[in-house]
Each structure stands twice: as structure tokens, then as C-alpha cells.
């Protein structure tokens, strides 16, 4: 199944249902499965004019917004693949992202300070034939688009995405290409392991369609791409705010009626600190990244502060994420350990001798290694570059170090010590 074809069939079943909430504290948006559709076709259209086609690249340099959804979606069903930056990366980052994944087409945001640093970083790769993309001008939602996009423009051109039209017909979609690729290593992973993985992490999370799922990470993240695509996959609603900070999170939480929650160590404590300030009835699962000495405190504290189950999630960074989790009626106890299951029925978690690859007993630590749909195709910008990270038999050498209990449930503990993983 394709996200297209996933937005396709969700919204013919409930063309009003509410797909994605804006949390802006003042001019919240709710946009509607239609609403995404029609923006979604008319964006593929406009990135189709712009030249972007089956296996190009597109960078995506916005805010948590429920415009990225459109991106990916609308950039997947052309064959095409997103890879998302932070909005607060310096020129030198964003010109070693042009290099590296050398889009046709640069989203950013408006208003916002990103085309400065954009300019730079072109015209510091203009030196050595450097990458000029077009920049599309990507307004905040409920906002006033600029009337003239061309301060945005970096010698390429820049443009408005066009407003969405009626009865625009359902393209025809096939392959399975390259959907998204995710910094610092530029892991790629097909449309079909994305939705594959969203679907297994609805499943696990006991995600459904009436349920409201926030993730205060930053678009840039894995977790974030999964967990918005688990929404679209059961019709769930996706709850967005592009300046999570604790005292936003939990006002969102109260306010949209949120029930699944993902966000880092650092915010589940500060979240627990602000216990009782907000009502939040409708909460019943928080998700937790982080080092395995950050989460138990995390964890163990938001768990107490709010009544609800938490878990540490394991989640590396060149992997779909989560690639694995606690269940809800694991003891919390082991909640708090990065770790758990695997995250989908293909996906297996072994633990090996760090120098021989030699597969340990259970309880034995070691160096985790994955296999299954979490793991990536390959690095976008250098197919042979994970080679050495993969064994012949398809194994992932991630680099960290865990140990395994005799009932297959994983406990990160932190990195390998060798030099060749790191």
C-alpha cells in the first residue's frame, strides 16, 4: 500500500473527518481528509511542473505543520523522496544536505529566517559546481502566503504552492521507490517499509481511529514520519505543534483531547513537573526517546506524575522507529529500560559478539543487530556505505550495545566499544 493510496482510501470513507490539528495557541487549524487530498494533488502537480520525478530528491525545511504530510505524500507518489531538516540548521549544515542529497526542490517556511541561511549555503557551494535548487515558499497554516516568493529565490526560481482545486482525478501510482531518507546518515527507506512499519507501530501502541497522536519531535526525525503515517493509516488524527515546549504539550494535550503522546527524555520530565496544571483525562500512552541513563528517571516520572503507562522506546537513528517498545502491561519496572519488543512481525532483534558477529546467549551483553522492515535500503547519497554494516545473512550492525532476556525482549545499555561501529 502507497500513502497516497492510503490518503486516497481514507478519505473516501470520511471526506470530513479531522486528519491533522495545526496546535497554534491562538489560530488552531483543523484540516480535513479532504482538504489533505485536494492540497496533496495539486502539490504533486506543482513538484511534477518543477521537474521533481521517480527517484529525485526534495528537501523539506519546515515546522512540525500538517504541510509536511502533504510533502511526503504528494513527493512519494511521483517516486520521488523527502529528507527533512531542521528549520535551525546553520548555512554549512544546509549546504553539506544540498551536496549530499542535491534536491531539485527546497521547502521552507514562511515567514522565517531559513532563506538566509539558504543563500549562504549556495553560494558557498557555487565555488565547486554546488547545487541550485527551486525554492517553494511554504506558509504557515492559516496564514497569508507572500504576495512575491522571489527574495526566497536562490538562482533557481521560487513559487508558491498553488491552492488546491476540486476533482482533480486519483494519479496512477506504482512502484515502490525510495520514500524518505533521514539525517545525519541519510538512511532511505522504500514507501513500502514506511507504511509497513507505521501500521505495526499503530498495532502496537493500540492506536485507532479515534484516537489523537503528538510527537514533539522535529519533522527531521524518524519517529515523527512514523507515528504521522500510523494516523493516516488507522484514521487517527495527527496533532502538530511547531514550538513543543512543555507547558505547550501538555495545554495541547488537554485542548485536542490528545491520547498518544512521543517526545524525548528532557520533555517527559519537565512534563511531570507540570502535573495538575492541566486536566488531561483523554492521555493514555506516552512514548519516550532517549539514552538508556536518561529513561528510567523519565519515564518512572511521567508514569507516576500522570497515571498512565509510559515505555522507553529504542529507536536508532538510521532505522524506521521505533524498532522496538514495551507493551502497556509489561511491569514498569521494565518500561523504563530503552528496549522491548520488536516492532513488527518481520523484524528480529539478535545480540552478537562485538569482533566475531558470533550470536550470545540470552542475558549475554552484547551488540544488537536488526533485521526486517526497520532497517534501511541503503544511504542515499552512497549505496555501499552501509555494506560493511550489513552481514551476508541481511543482519544490521547498529553500533549499540544491549542484552536479550529468554523471552526475546531487548534492554539497550549503550554503545559497543570498537572503534569499526562508531
Not at 506558509?139 to 522571489?150: H, L
Not at 555501499?384 to 549499540?400: H, L, P, Q, S
Request: glycine share 10%; net charge negative.
Amino acid at each position: 500500500m502507497n500513502l497516497l493510496s492510503l490518503l486516497a482510501g481514507q478519505t473516501k470513507h470520511d471526506p470530513h473527518a479531522i486528519i491533522a490539528i495545526d496546535a497554534d495557541p491562538d489560530q488552531p487549524q483543523h484540516l480535513s481528509r479532504a482538504e489533505l487530498w485536494r492540497h496533496t494533488l495539486q502539490l504533486r502537480a506543482d513538484l511534477a511542473t518543477a521537474g521533481v520525478g521517480r527517484g529525485d530528491g526534495v528537501l523539506v525545511v519546515l515546522p512540525s505543520w500538517s504541510s509536511v504530510l502533504e510533502w511526503h505524500v504528494a513527493t512519494a507518489s511521483l517516486g520521488a523522496h523527502v529528507v527533512c531538516a531542521g528549520t535551525d540548521l546553520s548555512a554549512d549544515a544546509l549546504g553539506d544536505a544540498l551536496r549530499r542529497v542535491r534536491p531539485r526542490v527546497v521547502a521552507l517556511p514562511y515567514p522565517g529566517p531559513c532563506h538566509t541561511a539558504l543563500h549562504d549555503a549556495v553560494w558557498q557551494g557555487a565555488a565547486h559546481g554546488g547545487v541550485v535548487p527551486t525554492v517553494a515558499v511554504v506558509p504557515a497554516p492559516g496564514r497569508t502566503p507572500p504576495v512575491d516568493p522571489s527574495p526566497y529565490d536562490v538562482g533557481a526560481g521560487a513559487w508558491l504552492p498553488s491552492p488546491p482545486t476540486v476533482g482533480m482525478p486519483m494519479p496512477d501510482v506504482r512502484g515502490d521507490e525510495l520514500a524518505a531518507a533521514f539525517l545525519p546518515e541519510l538512511a532511505a527507506h522504500r514507501e513500502s517499509a514506511l507504511t509497513r512499519h507505521a501500521n505495526a507501530t499503530a498495532h502496537a501502541i493500540g492506536l485507532t481511529g479515534d484516537d489523537v497522536v503528538l510527537c514533539t519531535e522535529s519533522p527531521a526525525s524518524p519517529l515523527w514520519l512514523t507515528l504521522a503515517i500510523a494516523a493516516l493509516t488507522t484514521g487517527a488524527t495527527c496533532l502538530l505543534d511547531a514550538s513543543p515546549t512543555p507547558e505547550r504539550v501538555l495545554a495541547d494535550v488537554a485542548r485536542f483531547g490528545a491520547t498518544h503522546v512521543a517526545t524525548d527524555a528532557e520533555s517527559a520530565t519537565a512534563l511531570a513537573a507540570l502535573a495538575g496544571t492541566k486536566d488531561v483525562p483523554s492521555w493514555r500512552w506516552l512514548g519516550v526517546v532517549g539514552e538508556p541513563a536518561s529513561t528510567p528517571d523519565a519515564v518512572s516520572g511521567a508514569e507516576r506524575a500522570f497515571g498512565i503507562p509510559a515505555t522507553a522506546l529504542y529507536s536508532p537513528p538510521e532505522l524506521c522507529s521505533p524498532a522496538a517498545l514495551w507493551p502497556s502491561d509489561a511491569p514498569p519496572g521494565v518500561r523504563v529500560h530503552t528496549g522491548g519488543r520488536p516492532v513488527g512481525s518481520d523484524v528480529e532483534i539478535r545480540i552478537v559478539e562485538p569482533e566475531t558477529g558470533a550470536p550470545l546467549l540470552p542475558g549475554d551483553v552484547g551488540e544488537i543487530q536488526v533485521r526486517g522492515t526497520v532497517v534501511p535500503d541503503r544511504r542515499l547519497d552512497s549505496p555501499e556505505a552501509f555494506e560493511g554494516r550489513r552481514t551476508i545473512d541481511g543482519w544490521f550492525c547498529t553500533g549499540d550495545a544491549g542484552v536479550l532476556d529468554a523471552d526475546g525482549h531487548l534492554r539497550h545499555t549503550g554503545r559497543v566499544i570498537a572503534a569499526s561501529r562508531d
